[in-house]
């Protein structure tokens, strides 16, 4: 027992080591006065990548004033797990209520309670945001965020239906408010597509009756961002969820006060779409909307191991209790950037900034890009030109071992 106890101190203190070592200053010094810097990873699941990205985010908040952390998690989980997270003396169980599956890890656990301890004992408190797909409870929030107003039966019935949209079943809801259901194969886009016709009448009203305030207007504005897609792709107009996800970090963006670290999977904070012209989208919508504003660091694996969940499709629900698995990564593939980057001592086991990264020779090779989920030969492999193009930096770990589950 002494010394599993001993082997895991001395693990954990050489990734403290190894993440002290982070050219921190040369981080900086790139980053520049930028507003929103993106701290990826090409697993959701590698520990170091973990300690890393919250070892820089403690130097950007520390140092340079960054004061929001937006997770690639549900939007409405992280505006009540932001409220909560000061109050509670059960972080674990706020964990697993609040964040993805594959964020319930104690390496995740250590840097919210690094959040918790710097909010209780500084002015410069750090705001906890999510960039992914939220639904019911930011409409649950929304409801109890309006009774502070003089009651106002219009908004309250239309808070009620938005309720009820996600938890009826789509013919009980059409029954009880008199709709005519859909019965095709479109009917989830239709139906969809309602909520967000809802979402803007229930807008109007809340406008014209003076409710308002920053949390309601927040959560209004989440409402009609997330259900947006539906009603674009109701008219025969595609839009991604990496747009969607841009749209949220934008939107936190125009407050001048706010200076944004973004952690999120290298695929989403690329400044060019990678695949299909969308996964990537997120990275280069801001890049453009921002001019200039917005730093992208890559995290690149090599061997290893690595968490994984059993389900690739995150988002289909609300309820986190995927269990955490861990894997051996495949073989790397040779014609991989992964693999010239692995191969070189210049690049392996160090920070590389644009330029560093320019100085590599342009040609079309795959990086590996692996999910939720776990990884699959090849398919996890996507081909890109230059890591210049869509990174500005990247830290590529020879060696990365899995994230430990709560």
């Known amino acids: 027992m ?58 950007l908040i520390l140092k340079k004033g960054f004061n929001m952390i937006i997770l690639e998690n549900p939007s409405d989980n992280m505006l009540q797990f932001n409220k909560d997270l000061q109050k509670t003396s059960n972080l674990d169980s706020l964990m697993k209520k609040h964040l993805f599956s594959i964020y319930q890890t104690k390496e995740m656990k250590d840097f919210f309670l690094w959040v918790k301890q710097h909010n209780a004992n500084h002015k410069n408190k750090i705001i906890l945001k999510g960039c992914d797909d939220s639904k019911l409870i930011a409409i649950e929030m929304l409801k109890e965020s309006i009774k502070q107003y003089q009651k106002n039966e219009v908004v309250d019935n239309l808070i009620q239906e938005l309720l009820d949209t996600q938890l009826l079943s789509y013919s009980d ?30 807008k109007a009203v809340i406008n014209s009756s003076n409710i308002s305030n920053s949390t309601i207007n927040e959560l209004i504005t989440e409402l009609e961002t997330v259900n947006l897609p539906y009603k674009k792709w109701s008219q025969g107009i595609f839009i991604s969820r990496d747009e969607i996800m841009a749209n949220r970090v934008l939107f936190h963006a125009t407050d001048p006060k706010n200076k944004i670290i973004v952690l999120a999977h290298n695929a989403h904070i690329s400044k060019k779409d990678i695949i299909d ?78 330029e560093s990264l320019s100085n590599l020779p342009e040609e079309k090779r795959k990086i590996r890009l692996v999910g939720y989920g776990k990884e699959e030969k090849d398919k996890d492999y996507y081909e890109i030109s230059k890591l210049s193009d869509i990174y500005d930096a990247v830290i590529l770990l020879k060696n990365t071992s899995n994230s430990n589950s709560l």
């Open 2 to 59: 002494k010394q599993t106890l001993l082997t895991i101190c001395i693990s954990l203190y050489n990734l403290i080591v190894f993440a002290q070592n982070i050219e921190t200053k040369s981080i900086l010094k790139d980053v520049g006065d930028k507003k929103i810097v993106a701290i990826g990873e090409d697993t959701h699941g590698t520990r170091e990548f973990q300690v890393i990205r919250h070892y820089i985010s403690k130097e």
């Open 277 to 354: 012209n969308e996964i990537g989208l997120m990275g280069k919508k801001i890049e453009e909307k921002m001019s200039n504003q917005y730093f992208s660091l890559g995290l690149l694996s090599a061997d290893g191991k690595y968490s994984y969940i059993e389900n690739r499709f995150i988002n289909n629900d609300t309820v986190y209790d995927d269990k955490l698995l861990s894997a051996d990564f495949l073989d790397l593939n040779q014609n991989s950037w992964n693999s010239v980057l692995a191969n070189n001592e210049l690049y392996c086991n160090k920070y590389s900034n644009k």
């Open 173 to 202: 809801y059409c029954t009880k408010y008199h709709k005519t259901e859909d019965k095709s194969k479109n009917r989830q886009i239709s139906f969809f597509a309602q909520i967000y016709d809802l979402v803007i009448k229930t």
